[in-house]
């Protein structure tokens, strides 16, 4: 009986999960100790191999974002804690009422040699939010009215209402400055790949006096989880990146030099939609009760991520725009006191049917410990719990998403009709009528409208931050983790200045 757990009961409980969640084909291998290394720095991104892909086509695979923000970068990007820098504008400027920017590009040419013109980048902005793109993220620009060039090399963006955030979204690979023959940098691709056939990424870059030239290069492929990190562990690759929840507990399996992997403070969603109108959970009574029963606490310890915390809410402290994050009175209390109540409800809600929840989840040995705990809380209200075989069926899917910038819209709008199958047309007045507002303070009391519409009829069950996870080697001294989970490869072997 869960009630009758003892702390460390639940702790020995965890550990067994996870261990026998955990691959048989992963062996321990020690750390070798590693040499001095020499020529280009070696990275992996969890997924398949990286290609250059016009974001305007659909969501970008892990490996597709990470070349596009080094090769073809928008008109800002980030650096490697997160902050916003030059990319191919060299500067730019805001309006006081904060509805125009504008950029003035640097003095540069495409991979064929012609020079980069306003005209051409606002062409290939305007693509990006163009109706018949499925770029991933056009719907958090929605306010912008138009892109134009204004001289050969400057061009202007044109809001409807202000967006502090702006930046930030263009700095996403998703708003990458592509062409069919590539981008600005900061990296070029070369013809003569790596030995094992890696993409070969090469810079130069001039010191401040001209008085030389340093020159950087990077080995960039795609590789399995099991596979990047092995490879890892055995000093063939200097960075691994991409790591997820589902497969964190495949690191605990592999013995890697001390401080190698680290977490980023991720921003975003984690947690269950519902995916049916009109079935067994098109109910807001049945889809809190299972919010509800979740013990979110035991999740997250098992999970061992540093600064990883339940959340009950749609919103996350620190947004913009909120003065804070109120959780619902339910969740101080422990689910143990609660767990009464909610068996007598569940007992009401499915009086004639005992249900069986299915849920789809990804691939990997932390999906895995997540559906044995909602087997555990969601069994404990007599309902039996089941991987989705064919995601068509699924009753819940997981959203594991990182925001592309802190403003709360993109939080409430993920769940905007249209997007997901059950939503709250009131919210989507709510959104719509902020998207337009031009007084901030009065736009944010607008999506915190929405977001208590979304969590009052549990559109979403929020569990926790999405977790992302790296490898870092000695040899990768400016590495630091940020809210989105995005890390340039330029720099790498210089020290931080993030402290």
């Avoid at 059950?422 to 977001?451: E, F, K």
Wanted: net charge neutral; proline share 8%.
């Amino acid at each position: 009986m869960l009630a009758e757990w003892s702390i460390a009961g639940k702790r020995r409980q965890m550990r067994r999960s996870l261990a026998l969640l955990l691959l048989p084909a992963m062996v321990l291998m020690p750390a070798a100790c590693r040499e001095q290394p020499k020529g280009a720095i070696k990275v992996v991104v969890i997924g398949g191999e990286p290609k250059l892909r016009d974001p305007a086509l659909g969501p970008l695979a892990p490996g597709d974002a990470v070349l596009l923000e080094n090769v073809a970068q928008g008109l800002v990007r980030f650096d490697a804690s997160g902050n916003i820098v030059a990319g191919l504008a060299e500067r730019w400027n805001v309006s006081e009422d904060g509805l125009s920017y504008i950029f003035r590009l640097a003095s540069t040419q495409w991979p064929d040699g012609r020079k980069v013109t306003a005209e051409q980048v606002a062409k290939l902005l305007n693509r990006q939010l163009a109706t018949r793109s499925h770029n991933s993220l056009k719907d958090s620009v929605g306010a912008i009215q138009d892109v134009v060039a204004m001289t050969d090399r400057v061009l202007q963006i044109e809001l409807v209402a202000p967006r502090p955030n702006l930046l930030a979204i263009l700095a996403q690979p998703e708003f990458a400055i592509i062409r069919a023959n590539g981008g600005t940098g900061p990296f070029k691709v070369v013809a003569n790949g790596g030995p094992a056939g890696e993409l070969r990424l090469t810079r130069e870059i001039a010191s401040s006096d001209d008085a030389e030239t340093r020159h950087e290069e990077v080995l960039l492929a795609g590789a399995s989880t099991q596979n990047a990190i092995a490879v890892f562990a055995a000093s063939r690759s200097d960075l691994v990146l991409g790591g997820t929840f589902a497969d964190l507990p495949l690191t605990r399996a592999v013995r890697l030099p001390t401080g190698a992997l680290r977490f980023d403070p991720a921003s975003g969603l984690f947690g269950l939609v519902p995916l049916h109108s009109g079935g067994q959970f098109d109910s807001p009574d049945a889809r809190r009760l299972l919010a509800q029963a979740l013990d979110r606490g035991n999740f997250v310890s098992g999970l061992g991520v540093p600064g990883l915390a339940p959340r009950p809410s749609l919103l996350e402290p620190g947004l913009d725009g909120l003065p804070g994050v109120t959780a619902p009175d339910w969740f101080a209390r422990p689910l143990v006191d609660r767990l009464a109540a909610l068996r007598s409800q569940a007992a009401r809600l499915f009086a004639t049917t005992k249900p069986v929840v299915r849920v789809a989840l990804p691939q990997g040995p932390g999906a895995n410990f997540l559906l044995l705990e909602l087997k555990r809380d969601w069994g404990a209200l007599g309902l039996d719990v089941a991987p989705a075989q064919d995601p068509s069926t699924a009753d819940f899917a997981l959203i594991d998403e990182v925001a592309p910038s802190s403003s709360p819209a993109w939080f409430v709008r993920r769940f905007r009709c249209g997007v997901v199958p059950i939503c709250d047309p009131q919210a989507d007045q709510l959104m719509d009528a902020a998207r337009q507002m031009p007084v901030p303070a009065q736009r944010y009391a607008l999506l915190v409208q929405a977001a208590g519409r979304i969590d009052d009829a549990q559109l979403f069950i929020p569990i926790a931050a999405p977790v992302r996870w790296s490898l870092v080697s000695n040899r990768v001294q400016n590495f630091a983790g940020n809210r989105y989970a995005r890390h340039t490869l330029t720099d790498l072997e210089q020290q931080s200045t993030s402290d």
